[in-house]
């Protein structure tokens, strides 16, 4: 799980696209409780996946909760995430 911690935290904040698996993604990280908690939505172009989580963390450790989906979903999602450049 700290690979994809890490992996999470290395994601830019605010609103981007990125290649997950070849398809093309519009992502939001967003940080909230000064930096104690984050959410990230996802969401396929084509509209066929959306990935939803929320990462707290604790004093003890770090949680990842998806909303309605299982946690494997949404490790694979945040290791294989590739946010595109800037400028596409």
């Known amino acids: 799980m700290p690979d994809v911690i890490a992996a999470f935290h290395a994601l ?3 609103t981007h696209t990125a290649k997950y698996q070849g398809a093309r993604y519009v992502f939001s990280k967003t940080s909230f409780a000064n930096g104690k ?3 990230l939505v996802a969401e396929q172009l084509d ?3 959306y990935i939803s989580l929320n990462l707290y963390a604790l004093q003890d450790r770090t949680v990842i909760r998806p ?3 299982s946690l494997s ?3 694979d ?3 294989g995430l590739r946010p595109e450049p800037e400028d596409q």
């Open 12 to 14: 830019p904040s605010g």
């Open 47 to 49: 509209g066929s996946n």
């Open 37 to 39: 908690s984050w959410k």
């Open 73 to 75: 979903k949404v490790c």
């Open 77 to 79: 999602f945040i290791l």
């Open 67 to 69: 909303c309605e989906m």
